[in-house]
Nanobody
Framework: QVQLAESGGGSVQAGGSLRLSCAIS????????MGWFRQAPGLEREFVGG????????YNTDSVKGRFTISRDDAKSTVYLQMNSLKPEDTAVYYC??????????????????WGQGTQVTVSP
């Protein structure tokens, strides 16, 4: 069983920045990739970005292009989501996910086995 723990959410004004962290209890059990998702009230969970442990990144360019960056610290078994130039529409609960079962559909939240508890990000105008 892999446990994920997000932290770093909070409230900021538009244009501000936040860095989310996702600590992983078992790097070896987390699969080949990790993803960041978000869910706003009344909306479906949306892919934000992901990282392959072997190298490589993917982003939801439509919504976060050039503003969000994923990085990793293997020594700390932690993945980060740096969010800059935040907009009110970025307001959501952000989740990290691991245990990807279907690489071809990595944007689908339904193909991940493990989820963190989520962290709230609120961006005010």
């Amino acid at each position: 069983q892999v446990q994920l723990a997000e932290s770093g959410g909070g409230s900021v004004q538009a244009g501000g920045s936040l860095r989310l962290s996702c600590a992983i209890s078992s790097r070896s059990g987390s699969g080949i990739a990790m993803g960041w998702f978000r869910q706003a009230p009344g909306l479906e969970r949306e892919f934000v970005g992901g990282i392959l442990w072997s190298g490589g990144y993917a982003y939801n360019t439509d919504s976060v292009k050039g503003r969000f960056t994923i990085s990793r610290d293997d020594a700390k078994s932690t993945v980060y989501l740096q969010m800059n130039s935040l907009k009110p529409e970025d307001t959501a609960v952000y989740y990290c996910a691991a245990g990807l079962r279907d690489f071809a559909n990595y944007r689908d939240p339904g193909v991940y086995n493990y989820w963190g508890q989520g962290t709230q990000v609120t961006v005010s105008p």
